[in-house]
């Protein structure tokens, strides 16, 4: 079994700056691939980004590429998303997600943090 927890959401203006970690324990996170998806209120959970179990491979959504940063610090069991020139369409809740392969499809997923509120104002 692996626990994510997930941190650093909160409430910022359109243009700011937030970082979310997610911090794992139990077995050893350094052999799953690690993805951030979001769900805003009335929508379906989607995927942000996903990087590979070494580090060396990373997807985005479109939505995001070029303004959302994921990396992993294995020695720490942490995966970070950094998220610059915010806009109020981000605004949602925010899980990591450990899984054996590196994919962006949320079922393939096998283990979920409980999700950290981001919120963007205009």
């Known amino acids: 079994q692996v626990q994510l927890v997930e941190s650093g959401g909160g409430l910022v203006q359109a243009g700011g700056s937030l970082r979310l970690s997610c911090a794992a324990s139990?077995?050893?996170?350094?052999?799953?691939?690690m993805g951030w998806f979001r769900q805003a209120p009335g929508k379906e959970r989607e995927f942000v980004a996903a990087i590979s179990w070494t580090g060396g491979v990373t997807y985005y959504a479109d939505a995001v590429k070029g303004r959302f940063t994921i990396s992993r610090d294995n020695a720490k069991n942490t995966v970070y998303l950094q998220m610059n020139s915010l806009k109020p369409g981000d605004t949602a809740v925010y899980y990591c997600a450990a899984a054996l392969v590196l994919v962006v499809v949320a079922r393939e997923y096998d283990f979920w943090g409980q999700g950290t509120q981001v919120t963007v104002s205009s």
């Open positions: 139990g077995r050893t996170v350094s052999s799953y691939a």
